[in-house]
């Protein structure tokens, strides 16, 4: 089935260093999703991006929807300890009532 | 606007008891409807989702159970629990939340950490 490989699965960073994460997958997607999950909260969605080559931003948060359609990249700008989480990338299953997910990337951040 | 409400936020149960678990949608008909279970912080898991009324997909053999009595009541269930059946349990629904044409993302509940003892 489809499945969606995320790296790195965790990070250790200094608070104001860029930070770079990305989502593969074996099979092509129409959509990507970008969450965050706060410690102990549900995951909420950051961006979502629709066309192959599309760079979307939200604040210091940039993603990009891979040419071939088959992965995508978060970028987060200038870290601050509040971006602390867990960033799941998810695309649409081939009924698009589904979500397929990533495992996830753990991002610490030392202020 | 629409919001979802998600109860309680933390239960501990003992081995064998059963299991109720309630979500709640508001300001919209006809969602479709999610269960998550998350275990250890990392890796979401599908066990049920719902397109309507009666309307049940299980994703994974298992102890649980769900059910769509109202349009926007989801319900997870257990008859006896067992130790694995802990983990942090999302519930999600289906919203127009887009930055532009296509697909639409999920609005999750805030989740229920389910400790079973």
């Given at each position: 089935g489809q499945q969606l490989n995320q790296s790195p699965q965790s990070m250790f960073i200094q608070e104001g260093e860029d930070v770079s994460m990305n989502c593969t997958s074996s099979s092509i997607f129409n959509t990507w999703l970008w969450y965050k999950q706060d410690p102990g909260e549900g995951p909420v969605l950051l961006i979502a991006l629709?066309?192959?080559?599309e760079l979307t931003s939200n604040g210091r948060l940039t993603a990009q929807f891979g040419i071939t359609r088959k992965d995508s990249f978060l970028n987060i700008s200038a870290s601050i300890p509040s971006d602390v989480g867990i960033y799941f990338c998810a695309g649409p299953a081939g009924n698009n009532r589904k979500l397929i997910w990533g495992l996830g990337t753990s991002l610490a951040v030392n202020p | 606007s629409q919001t979802i409400h998600q109860w309680p936020?933390?239960?501990v149960q003992p081995v064998g008891s059963p299991l109720s678990l309630e979500c709640t949608v508001e300001g919209t008909s006809n969602p479709n409807l999610y269960w998550y279970r998350q275990a250890?912080?990392?890796g979401l898991q599908l066990l049920f989702y719902s397109v309507g009324i009666g309307q049940i997909s299980s994703e994974v053999p298992q102890n649980l159970s769900a059910s769509r009595p109202q349009d926007r009541q989801f319900i997870l269930s257990s008859k006896k629990l067992?130790?694995?059946d802990s983990g942090f349990y999302l519930c999600a629904w289906r919203g127009d939340l887009t930055w532009g044409e296509g697909f639409y993302g999920y609005t999750f509940g805030s989740g229920t950490r389910l400790t079973v003892v």
């Amino acid at each position: 089935g489809q499945q969606l490989n995320q790296s790195p699965q965790s990070m250790f960073i200094q608070e104001g260093e860029d930070v770079s994460m990305n989502c593969t997958s074996s099979s092509i997607f129409n959509t990507w999703l970008w969450y965050k999950q706060d410690p102990g909260e549900g995951p909420v969605l950051l961006i979502a991006l629709y066309k192959a080559g599309e760079l979307t931003s939200n604040g210091r948060l940039t993603a990009q929807f891979g040419i071939t359609r088959k992965d995508s990249f978060l970028n987060i700008s200038a870290s601050i300890p509040s971006d602390v989480g867990i960033y799941f990338c998810a695309g649409p299953a081939g009924n698009n009532r589904k979500l397929i997910w990533g495992l996830g990337t753990s991002l610490a951040v030392n202020p | 606007s629409q919001t979802i409400h998600q109860w309680p936020a933390t239960l501990v149960q003992p081995v064998g008891s059963p299991l109720s678990l309630e979500c709640t949608v508001e300001g919209t008909s006809n969602p479709n409807l999610y269960w998550y279970r998350q275990a250890a912080g990392r890796g979401l898991q599908l066990l049920f989702y719902s397109v309507g009324i009666g309307q049940i997909s299980s994703e994974v053999p298992q102890n649980l159970s769900a059910s769509r009595p109202q349009d926007r009541q989801f319900i997870l269930s257990s008859k006896k629990l067992l130790l694995s059946d802990s983990g942090f349990y999302l519930c999600a629904w289906r919203g127009d939340l887009t930055w532009g044409e296509g697909f639409y993302g999920y609005t999750f509940g805030s989740g229920t950490r389910l400790t079973v003892v």
